[in-house]
Nanobody, 114 residues
């Protein structure tokens, strides 16, 4: 089963920005894709999804207007731009297909703290 690799997380102050990436080199990059996150002690939750072509996107209400999902199909890479970060955005961020078909990767840790 394909396991994606997420990267780009880190420690950032409130109001800061990060750009997350997700790649899955051993899989055809022709699926709708989505980002999830899981905060400590909480269930994994949906963050954003994007269509195969990148023309259609959808966001969770909690991140709408602050996060932007995009993809580069020539590089088999999915992105998530995180702006205006808040402490409640602290979580491990994961990518997967839509519907879910990949194994879950290790994720990338995003910590928002002053």
């Amino acid at each position: 089963q394909v396991q994606p690799v997420e990267s780009g997380g880190g420690l950032v102050q409130p109001g800061g920005s990060l750009r997350l990436s997700c790649t899955a080199w051993n899989s055809p990059w022709n699926s709708h894709m989505q980002w999830f996150r899981q905060a400590p002690g909480k269930e994994r939750e949906f963050v954003a999804r994007i269509s195969r072509s990148g023309a259609i996107t959808q966001y969770a209400d909690s991140v709408k207007g602050r996060f932007t999902i995009s993809r580069d199909n020539t590089k088999n890479t999915l992105y998530l731009q995180l702006n205006s970060l808040k402490p409640e955005d602290t979580a491990v961020y994961f990518c997967n297909t839509d519907p879910i078909n990949f194994a879950w990767g290790q994720g990338t840790q995003v910590t928002v703290s002053s």
